[in-house]
């Protein structure tokens, strides 16, 4: 344990995210002190929102920098504590950012339960199913047999957000960028219908996929597909504003959609965005229930796995890319 593995930001993206926009260190392992606590990482998790944060369009993250150890949450294991509160053995989840060692004190990491698989803490458990579960419920707040309709449906937010709302009795309508992601919403996740913002004839199939129209919409991507689902919603709908991954991996982000404020006005539309940490105070009570469902088999997370943390920058670029499933993991 005297070396330590970092992936660096070497440069801030001017276009579309590439593998060398990142480089790999090797530094010491670092020293702890008073209320500290020396982590070793075993899993970190990617999301899209870290794609703004190197845009610098994420609010929350800062400017962004290079020269830095990419940041990100992951799972780790305690090796060494000088915290009461915490052990050397103990699970926890935290900011380790991209690599082997990191050290936090005790206040900045969550102690969890060694389960079947820690990556769990990550996906469903972590920031991204807390994401679906209050954007769906306290934003979209969706009505048995409403029509909720979610953009990047078979990532790691879209695919909790849709099985929650069926949950809720609601018919789902996932947007996804493949047939084969868009079988696995229908076939295996229970959505009803998915439709392939890629496909020629997308407009027509959103339009069939929606015959009474969208009640909530949930949008993870703005762009093109916010458009067409402002065009389908019905009197008094919702706009849950939870990203926009259309945009991110550019310098040049396209305005915003035509239909706004005039769609809103006439439709009654309510547009909101949130940030999940707005719900900070109710995560536990939400992940008991979204554990609940897990263990009754009534939720299936989906992950894509990476291995070695090497993989962390090409599972970046892939999962921007479209080519991931369910919340993107990196085992190191
Ligand atoms: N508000 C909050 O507090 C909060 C918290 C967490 C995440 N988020 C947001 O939630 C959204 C989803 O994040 P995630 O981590 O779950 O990512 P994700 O959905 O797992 O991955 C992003 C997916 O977006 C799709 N995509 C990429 N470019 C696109 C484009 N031009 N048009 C349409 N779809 C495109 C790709 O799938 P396809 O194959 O379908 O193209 C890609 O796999 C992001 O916008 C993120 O910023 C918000």
Redesign the pocket.
């Known amino acids: 344990m005297s070396e330590n593995r970092q992936i660096l930001i070497a440069s801030i993206p001017s276009g579309p995210l590439s593998q060398s926009d990142f480089e790999v260190r090797t530094a010491p392992v670092p020293a702890y002190g008073d209320g500290e606590v020396l982590c070793r990482t075993l899993a970190l998790t990617?999301?899209?929102?870290q794609?703004?944060g190197l845009q610098g369009s994420?609010s929350y993250a800062g400017a962004p920098r290079a020269g830095v150890v990419m940041g990100g949450t992951g799972v780790a294991v305690v090796e060494e504590s000088n915290a009461p509160e915490i052990r050397a053995g103990d699970l926890v989840v935290g900011p380790t950012g991209w690599q082997e060692f990191s050290v936090h004190p005790a206040t900045a990491l969550r102690r969890v339960e060694p389960g079947p698989d820690p990556a769990l803490h990550l996906g469903v458990l972590g920031?991204?199913g807390l994401?679906a579960y209050f954007?769906l419920l306290e934003v979209g707040k969706p009505r048995p047999g409403e029509t909720v309709v979610v953009?990047?449906?078979?990532?790691?937010?879209?695919h909790i957000v849709g099985q929650i709302a069926k949950k809720q009795g609601c018919r789902v309508v996932g947007?996804?960028?493949?047939a084969e992601?868009c079988g696995l919403l229908v076939d295996e996740l229970g959505f009803d219908a998915a439709v392939n913002?890629?496909d020629a004839d997308f407009r027509a199939a959103f339009k069939a996929a929606t015959p009474d129209r969208i009640d909530v919409y949930f949008d993870?991507?703005?762009?093109?597909?916010l458009e067409s689902a402002l065009f389908r919603m019905n009197l008094r709908g919702r706009i849950v504003?939870?990203?926009?991954?259309?945009?991110?991996?550019t310098a040049h982000p396209a305005p915003g959609p035509r239909g706004v404020p005039g769609l809103l006005v006439n439709n009654r539309i309510r547009m909101e965005?949130?940030?999940?940490?707005d719900y900070l105070e109710r995560y536990d009570e939400a992940r008991r229930e979204l554990l609940g469902w897990i263990e009754r088999g009534e939720l299936k997370p989906r992950t894509t796995e990476f291995q070695g943390l090497e993989s962390a920058s090409q599972a970046f670029v892939e999962?921007?890319?479209?080519?991931?499933?369910?919340?993107?993991i990196v085992r190191l």
């Open positions: 990617i999301g899209a929102g794609r703004a994420a920031a991204n994401t954007g953009s990047a449906a078979a990532g790691s937010v879209g947007v996804a960028g493949s992601k913002y890629k993870n991507t703005g762009g093109d597909i504003c939870c990203g926009v991954v259309s945009q991110y991996d965005g949130f940030l999940v940490f999962l921007l890319g479209g080519g991931t499933v369910g919340t993107t």
